[in-house]
């Protein structure tokens, strides 16, 4: 970790925002070169217009893209688009009317002219959907989530309002290419005229009440902070707290996109990850001032957890109170709904789960997984290792089924009131009662090769039968919930386990890996961990 990483940026860790626009609009991507095409992750496509990754021709051709996908799906109703506030996402989202326009489709763009959340357009979506207008809504939002100020990123939701599968990205990157191989032709624009408005923001807000006690953290009196770190979510807040009357400020209303308020992260760049010690550092300093205290990315997809007795909170921490919590304090769900959960996620989540009398659900990395479950209430909470998470409403009834950061961090407020206990002192109870995991995720050198070794390995290739001292009790490289292939194998013991997943973007895996034993026994478990998936991959 950077000596830096925690600290103010510098002017010299600030983007050229002027640079960064005209790079979007001059430089043209060659398809035949892998970094400059267009590839959806887990959350669309993303890059920098510096390095011909995300520039006017990529966007253009990908909305293009969507234009057809939609068409050939016999999705005919509007489609919602809104944006945050990274120094590409103007001009994308402008190049993203003039296509949308140019090819008749009915466009939604925010009535205020204000940011949209991830999570507010996913609630368009499903509020349009579920209304029976006879046609089916869809939506795109131009953002890179918590990514770097020099990035932008674009991502489409289908009318399950939730993140496109990759079949549906796999078609529409793949059409998008061969557009810009063909010089754009077939890409309709013209002027971003005729487009219609959404109350995004309204329509959230006044929503909130059937998911969230609003009266419980009214009538505690307890003082909240909400920093958005410069996001979408800025607008928000406030009209949260006038909305529902409660005791909340606006820690850093300053939208900037350079970001230049912003501390660094581990690796001295800018990030807008909440659940970053080094990025939260200038927030956390706020936390003897308010009873709970969050933060969002960038699109408010993600939460950070910040309490007076224990800083900001580790991710896992926070969703295995939030499920504890839940699952006791919300009788309109079903009895047999399952908790969802990633399977990089921590084991404490399995306890808590096996505690409470609930199946638990674990799929591989992505949110998407939990969207069929979501909508039809047989799992009634998904959440992410990385601070994503979603729930249902009280009467069990699909509430959004992408990430919704604001819904989490007010989660923390309600679970104050009601119990009077911080989560942060809600875990500490669940760990003395659970025992008290150490989780950790490092990265380790690979070839491409390796990587795609990796992608495909088979539980039955790892031929190690004890991890750390202790007998290997599963490998699989499917998840147990779905039985989706997880792009990587996972290992446990009784007390223990890794996961190791090859990166999408740097010639490294990622191993994430948890220990009941201590501290000692998770840094073994990490080093074994690398012999044995190098070992398989050889």
């Keep these: 970790m950077s000596e830096r990483a925690g600290t103010r940026a510098l002017e010299s860790d600030l983007i050229d925002v002027d640079g960064l626009v005209k790079a979007y609009y ?20 993303r890059g920098s217009s510096l390095n011909t990754a995300f520039n006017e021709d990529h966007i253009s051709a990908t909305t293009q893209a969507i234009v057809e996908y939609r068409a050939g799906q016999g999705i005919t109703g509007p489609l919602f ?8 996402s103007g001009p994308a989202y402008t190049t993203a009317l003039e ?5 008749g489709v009915r466009v939604l763009v925010d009535e205020f002219d204000d940011y949209v959340p991830t999570p507010s357009l996913s609630h368009a979506i499903l509020a349009y959907n579920r209304a029976e207008h006879g046609d089916l809504a869809d939506g795109i939002v131009v953002t890179p989530s918590h990514n770097p100020p020099m990035d932008g990123g674009f991502k489409y939701n289908p009318p399950h309002g939730g993140p496109a599968d990759s079949d549906a990205t796999s078609w529409i990157a793949n059409r998008a290419n061969e557009l810009i191989a063909n010089g754009l032709d077939g890409v309709l624009m013209s002027e971003p005229s005729a487009v219609e408005t959404y109350d995004f923001r309204g329509n959230y807000v006044n929503d909130l009440e059937n998911i969230i006690d609003m009266q419980a953290i009214r009538t505690s009196g307890i003082r909240i902070g909400a920093d958005p770190l410069g996001g979408a979510s800025v607008g928000y807040w406030g009209a949260i707290r006038d909305r529902y009357e409660i005791d909340l400020v606006v820690v850093n209303p300053t939208v900037d996109p350079t970001w230049r308020f912003m501390t660094l992260d581990w690796d001295e760049k800018i990030r807008m990850d909440p659940s970053s010690a080094s990025v939260m550092a200038s927030v956390v300093a706020h936390k003897d001032e308010y009873d709970i205290l969050t933060g969002n990315d960038a699109d408010a997809d993600r939460h950070g957890i910040v309490t007076p007795d224990g800083g900001l ?16 304090h919300r009788e309109g769900w079903k009895p047999d709904a399952a908790v969802g959960k990633t399977l990089v996620s921590s084991t404490m989540i399995d306890r808590v789960t096996g505690f409470l009398g609930r199946d638990l659900w674990e799929v591989p990395v992505g949110f998407k997984w939990f969207v069929p479950g979501l909508i039809d209430g047989s799992v009634a909470f998904g959440g992410e290792e990385s601070a994503g998470a979603s729930f249902v409403r009280f009467d069990g009834t699909v509430w959004t089924t992408d990430k919704d950061g604001i819904l989490l961090a007010l989660l923390a407020s309600e679970i104050l009131a009601v119990t009077g206990k911080t989560p942060s002192q809600r875990y500490a109870e669940l760990a003395e009662h659970f025992g008290a995991p150490s989780y950790a995720r490092v990265d380790a050198a690979a070839t491409p090769a390796q990587k795609a070794a990796l992608a495909k390995l088979d539980g039955s290739m790892i031929t190690a039968t004890e991890l750390a001292g202790e007998k290997i009790t599963g490998a699989f490289s499917v998840a147990p919930g779905n039985g989706a292939a997880i792009g990587g194998v996972k290992v446990t013991t009784e007390n223990a386990w890794f996961a190791a997943r090859p990166s999408g973007t740097e010639d490294v895996y990622k191993i994430y890996a948890e220990s009941f034993l201590g501290d000692e026994h998770l840094a073994q478990v990490q080093l074994e961990a690398k012999a044995i998936v190098d070992a398989a991959i050889a």
Aim: hydrophobic content about 45%.
């Design 81 to 88: 688009i809104g944006t945050d506030p990274h120094a590409l």
């Design 313 to 328: 909170m580790n991710p896992n921490h926070f969703l295995a109170v939030a499920i504890d919590y839940l699952y006791s």
């Design 26 to 45: 001059d430089l043209k991507p060659d398809t035949r070169v892998p970094a400059q095409r267009v590839v959806f992750g887990t959350s669309g496509h």
């Design 99 to 103: 296509v949308l326009v140019a090819n």
